[in-house]
């Protein structure tokens, strides 16, 4: 109703649902993702959280969601660091050694994943495709606060409802550098250094006891691929390669992938 | 009860004509006019002449949208307020989202945006207000643009809209010149003598400082009109040497 719109009212029906959720979509800034206006379709009377409660009991059919990971992300004088490791784990299966965990946004923008792959994988590519969109309609890239601002919005629009995601979204924009830590309870910190998944404690270790603002670039690589070499030997759900990349002035650049179990073996002289 | 016929309809030779007498109604309001400097945006409104009674303080032309964005308009001024409050919530929402304030360019677009989906809808009419929409970009940029009932925005570099914008642009085209509008005066200047050509009373807002109180705006009208004056005598003095 003409009437009903433009004063704000909104008259609750399922009917009524369609047409808002179109009027969502054309709109230019139809940022608003939730349990109102979903992105996908949910039959009526589901509830998520009671359903994902039921898989994970000991007894009966459980299905494990892959939490395993260890990701890390740094900021120093020359831009940010992005490091993670691969292993895919299904409770005591792992599923693949060569996981690509981190999503390359566009040229200028890395998100990580960590938690469960599919939720990880499904949301930012979402924010992937929001980020081309916000730029074909603006004539510039998005901002790194902006992009991390969107993912945080879809993740509170569906809190409580299951979802495990814990990312860093790293970039450089008009602003500089830019680094924030985003996950699905819908906690968005912007900061120095992250660390997300179970091997995270092994790798803040690493890292904080090397961290210095002015590393050289060769110096930042190696800590950040000793962090994750150091998690993935420790912690029994993260492994296989190290996949580093550097965020640059003018982009990112992957900078190497390197098996641990080689790197392990390189720095193996002064552990026990 | 739902409205489900259209107001704004095609007709045979491809017009719409709800949308024209939107635009007839945008002549009847009164002058505002833009000019876009090298570090100045410039919006100055004709002052309608209140009733006696009337507090002309509380007759406000001329809005801010957000810090740096302003907006004036020409038509009904109803319609102007519903405009007005939802670009304010936009320009916040924006902030919120994106942690940057709105470029002109975007808010622009999101009116401009607001008033085409008036010219589609069942049960509606298209909003009859031009508007004037000026501010720096969080760059640095300065920028002016004009949206009209239709939904379409351009960006311009001095612009009117109302009562005798016709004179007014015109007055535009022929004494804009680029190299003036590197100096903020003359900027100034020239949409002050833009409007004298159509209104003496005036109320001005340059963007960098501020809003021009009306003894400032008097000043200026005074040094132009003496300006004009010498100009006049000038000429006066050549004709009668050269006759």
Request: proline letters at 2%.
């Given at each position: 109703m003409a009437l009903a719109e433009v004063s704000g009212y909104s008259s609750v029906s399922g009917f009524g649902l369609f047409s808002r959720q179109a009027h969502f979509v054309d709109g230019p800034n139809h940022y608003s993702f939730g349990v109102k206006s979903q992105e996908f379709a949910v039959p009526v009377g589901v509830d998520p959280s009671t359903f994902l409660q039921s898989c994970s009991c000991e007894d009966g059919i459980s299905i494990d969601m892959?939490?395993?990971?260890?990701?890390?992300?740094?900021?120093f004088r020359h831009g940010v660091i992005v490091a993670v490791d691969s292993r895919a784990s299904a409770?005591?299966?792992?599923?693949?050694?060569?996981?690509?965990?981190?999503?390359?946004?566009?040229?200028?923008?890395?998100?990580?994943?960590?938690?469960?792959?599919?939720?990880?994988?499904?949301?930012?590519?979402?924010?992937?495709?929001?980020?081309?969109?916000?730029?074909?309609?603006?004539?510039?890239?998005?901002?790194?606060?902006?992009?991390?601002?969107?993912?945080?919005?879809?993740?509170?629009?569906?809190?409580g409802m299951g979802l495990?995601?814990?990312?860093?979204?790293?970039?450089?924009?008009?602003k500089g550098p830019g680094l924030y830590y985003v996950d699905s309870e819908g906690t968005r910190l912007s900061g120095w250094m992250f660390s997300t998944g179970c091997g995270n404690s092994y790798a803040y270790g690493v890292?904080?006891?090397?961290?210095?603002?002015?590393?050289?670039?060769?110096?930042?690589?190696?800590?950040?691929?000793?962090?994750?070499?150091?998690?993935?030997?420790?912690?029994?759900?993260?492994g296989g390669v190290v996949n580093l990349y550097h965020m640059q002035e003018d982009g990112w650049i992957k900078v190497c992938k390197e098996d641990v179990s080689e790197l392990i073996h390189r720095y193996r002289k002064g552990m026990f | 009860m739902s409205y489900d016929r259209a107001i704004t309809v095609f007709s045979p030779d491809g017009h719409l004509f709800q949308v024209e007498y939107a635009q007839e109604a945008v002549k009847k309001g009164s002058t505002a006019v833009g000019v876009r400097g090298k570090n100045i945006v410039i919006?100055?409104?004709?002052?309608?002449?209140?009733?006696?009674?009337?507090?002309?303080?509380?007759?406000?032309?001329?809005?801010?949208?957000?810090?740096?964005?302003f907006m004036a308009f020409a038509g009904l001024t109803a319609d102007a307020r519903i405009i007005i409050n939802r670009a304010r919530v936009e320009c916040q929402s924006h902030r919120l989202t994106v942690e940057d304030p709105v470029t002109i360019e975007y808010i622009t677009r999101y009116i401009s945006s607001m008033k085409q989906?008036?010219?589609?809808?069942?049960?509606?009419?298209?909003?009859?207000?031009?508007?004037?929409?000026?501010g720096f970009d969080f760059d640095g940029t300065p920028n002016l643009y004009q949206t009209d009932p239709s939904g379409t925005y351009h960006a311009w570099k001095a612009n009117a809209i109302g009562r005798s914008a016709k004179t007014v642009r015109e007055f535009l085209e022929k004494n804009y010149k680029e190299e003036d509008m590197e100096s903020d005066e003359l900027a100034i200047k020239l949409a002050?003598?833009?409007?004298?050509?159509?209104?003496?009373?005036?109320?001005?807002?340059?963007?960098?400082?501020?809003?021009?109180?009306?003894?400032?705006?008097?000043?200026?009208?005074?040094?132009?009109?003496?300006?004009?004056?010498?100009?006049?005598?000038?000429?006066?003095?050549?004709?009668?040497a050269s006759t």
């Open positions: 892959n939490h395993g990971t260890t990701t890390l992300a740094f900021k409770g005591n299966y792992i599923d693949t050694k060569e996981a690509n965990k981190v999503i390359e946004i566009n040229p200028y923008l890395l998100g990580t994943m960590s938690g469960s792959a599919a939720d990880c994988q499904y949301w930012e590519r979402l924010l992937a495709k929001e980020c081309r969109l916000y730029q074909l309609r603006n004539g510039q890239r998005i901002s790194v606060s902006a992009a991390s601002k969107l993912l945080s919005n879809m993740m509170i629009g569906y809190r495990s995601m814990g990312s860093m979204i790293c970039g450089w924009d008009k890292v904080d006891a090397g961290y210095r603002e002015d590393l050289t670039v060769e110096e930042a690589y190696e800590l950040g691929r000793r962090g994750i070499a150091h998690a993935t030997h420790r912690d029994a759900y993260s | 919006l100055g409104v004709e002052k309608k002449s209140a009733a006696m009674l009337q507090d002309d303080r509380t007759v406000r032309k001329i809005c801010a949208l957000d810090d740096n964005v989906r008036y010219t589609q809808s069942n049960g509606r009419r298209p909003f009859g207000i031009s508007a004037l929409i000026v002050v003598r833009a409007l004298l050509e159509v209104y003496i009373h005036t109320q001005y807002q340059p963007l960098t400082s501020g809003i021009l109180e009306p003894a400032e705006v008097e000043n200026i009208v005074a040094a132009i009109e003496k300006e004009k004056e010498e100009a006049d005598k000038k000429k006066k003095a050549t004709a009668s």
